[in-house]
């Protein structure tokens, strides 16, 4: 069963950066065709997708709550997909999570983000 493995959380001051990164542990997974999304959740909260980048020609997409500030993009020799996120302010705080969509769907763990002063 394949893996995702987020990493380059942290903690980080309010209009700090960070850049996550999401790798599938299998060499072999078909990762170029997977759609991967971003999402977060935060304590107490429901859980919401922050950026998508589609398999094909990827597209990407992003809610307004981010847009402009993160930046989603992947390296399909590497089975690794990036959220670059700017401009960090406190209501991004939360864990963060990286999923693959296609004939399957999997999650990775999911890694924290901070942003604190």
């Known amino acids: 069963q394949v893996q995702f493995v987020e990493s380059g959380g942290g903690l980080v001051q309010p209009g700090g950066s960070l850049r996550l990164s999401c790798t599938a542990s299998?060499?072999?997974?078909?990762?170029?065709?997977?759609?991967m999304t971003w999402y977060r959740q935060a304590p107490g909260g429901e859980r919401e997708w922050v950026a998508w980048?589609?398999?094909?020609?990827?597209?990407?997409d992003y809610p307004d709550s981010v847009r402009g500030r993160f930046t989603i993009s992947r390296d399909n020799a590497k089975n690794t997909v990036y959220l670059q996120m700017d401009n960090l302010k406190f209501e991004d705080t939360a864990v963060y999570y990286c999923k693959a969509a296609g004939l399957k769907s999997y999650w990775g763990r999911g890694i924290q983000v901070t942003v604190s002063s």
């Open positions: 299998e060499g072999g997974f078909p990762f170029s065709e997977y759609t």
């Open positions: 980048i589609a398999a094909t020609d990827e597209s990407t």
